[in-house]
């Protein structure tokens, strides 16, 4: 059994499914303000978000919290091959876990890429109201031409190139961090991939982020979400930036993410007075 306590900017440790995963902790603690759970990309762990949960305690006076995942990081591995579900998996299992854990109070879940996904599904596959909002960067609901070549092209990367050496240095188990993706989104079943329906069960609002040349993904992921969601949806499309806002356009996404959190505070005080 892992004790976890909130301790500022250190490595922690939680316990979720019988595996130990690591964690950072960054600004107030839950009970002095809200709390914002970041999830990373695919191939993505606490350490690569270098300075960018500093930013967002600054900009915004929540709390971060940010986890690696199993298979990622410095977290215990996980069993290869990952289901073809493991996106939902994460979701139902690991992150409600993950937020017991912590002792979360209110929280926004703020994830990238394969971390979105997984943030779009708890919120709606769940009733918890300790989410207050949702922050999606760059997510996927659905399978596209683009995302497959893109990947395909890390893969080659991977086992010709550098990217593996320039993994390594983050993930203790690099094999596992990488191929647990990439078998996943490279296995042919896994082509009728299709979660967009847990988008008609959001109750909360979310800020949406993308950059107009993010090679992992379309618009039509964007489109998808205002199409569908009951509950307000802000969109925020950057010119001149690829996959990853938060390095590419910093600013103006920790901008983006401020904004909307002083909104939800907006909305909450005013839901509170009446």
Aim: aromatic share 10%; charged share 25%; hydrophobic share 40%.
């Amino acid at each position: 059994m892992v004790d976890f306590a909130w301790k500022e900017d250190s490595r922690q440790w939680i316990e979720a499914g019988g595996r130990r995963l690591e964690a950072r902790c960054f600004g107030p603690p839950p009970g002095e303000r809200p709390t914002i759970i970041l999830l990373h990309e695919g191939l993505g762990c606490v350490d690569m978000w270098r300075e960018f949960p500093l930013g967002l305690v600054e900009r915004t006076g929540c709390g971060v919290l940010a986890y690696s995942r199993a298979g990622y990081g410095r977290s215990d591995p996980c069993e290869l091959p990952r289901p073809q579900d493991y996106m939902t998996v994460e979701a139902e299992q690991t992150l409600p876990r993950i937020l017991d854990a912590a002792g979360i109070q209110q929280c926004i879940l703020f994830g990238h890429s394969d971390g979105a996904t997984i943030a779009a599904i708890y919120a709606g596959c769940r009733q918890d109201f300790r989410v207050r909002g949702l922050i999606l960067m760059a997510p996927h609901f659905f399978i596209e031409d683009v995302s497959v070549d893109a990947i395909s092209e890390a893969r080659t990367e991977y086992q010709t190139g550098d990217l593996r050496a320039r993994l390594a240095k983050y993930h203790s188990h690099v094999d596992c961090a990488f191929y647990g993706w990439n078998d996943a989104w490279l296995n042919p079943e896994f082509q009728e991939w299709n979660v967009a329906d847990v988008i008609d069960y959001w109750r909360v609002p979310s800020l949406v982020i993308q950059g107009r040349n993010d090679a992992y993904g379309s618009l039509a992921q964007i489109r998808e979400i205002e199409t569908r969601s009951y509950a307000p949806v802000d969109v925020e499309v950057f010119p001149d930036c690829g996959h990853s806002p938060h390095v590419e356009k910093r600013q103006q996404t920790i901008r983006a993410v401020a904004e909307f959190v002083a909104r939800l505070e907006r909305i909450e005080t005013t839901a509170v007075a009446i």
